[in-house]
């Protein structure tokens, strides 16, 4: 119910930054929480950081002190400011959208970052 399109990935070079982006469009208000995740090629899909619709935020600890979230709920998106890049952080980047008990999951941008 909820649509997700995700933008801002890229190539970077270690050290560098990408700001990705998550706009939501649909049944906007039921969104209780919204994050983002990464899978790496040949690993499984994880959490980076998660923001909720009240602010609080969430972060795990492979981006934590150098990828924050924000959320701009005028403009139903929500961004990950990714610092401070390193070879490892390459991969796909999800953005996810709570609901209730369900969870609805964007098509994905992909950030690469060479050393």
């Known amino acids: 119910q909820v649509h997700l399109v995700e933008s801002g990935g890229g190539l970077v070079r270690a050290g560098g930054s990408l700001r990705l982006s998550c706009a939501a469009s649909g049944s906007i208000f039921s969104i209780n929480a919204m994050g983002w995740y990464r899978q790496a090629p040949g690993k499984q899909r994880e959490l980076v950081a998660a923001?909720?619709?009240?602010?609080?935020?969430n972060y795990a600890d492979p981006g934590k002190g150098r990828f924050p979230i924000s959320g701009d709920n005028a403009k139903n998106t929500v961004y990950l400011q990714m610092n401070s890049l390193k070879p490892e952080d390459t991969a796909v980047y999800y953005c996810?959208?709570?609901?209730?008990?369900?969870?609805?999951w964007g098509q994905g941008t992909q950030a690469t970052v060479s050393s």
């Open positions: 923001i909720t619709s009240a602010g609080s935020t």
């Open positions: 996810n959208a709570e609901h209730g008990p369900y969870s609805d």
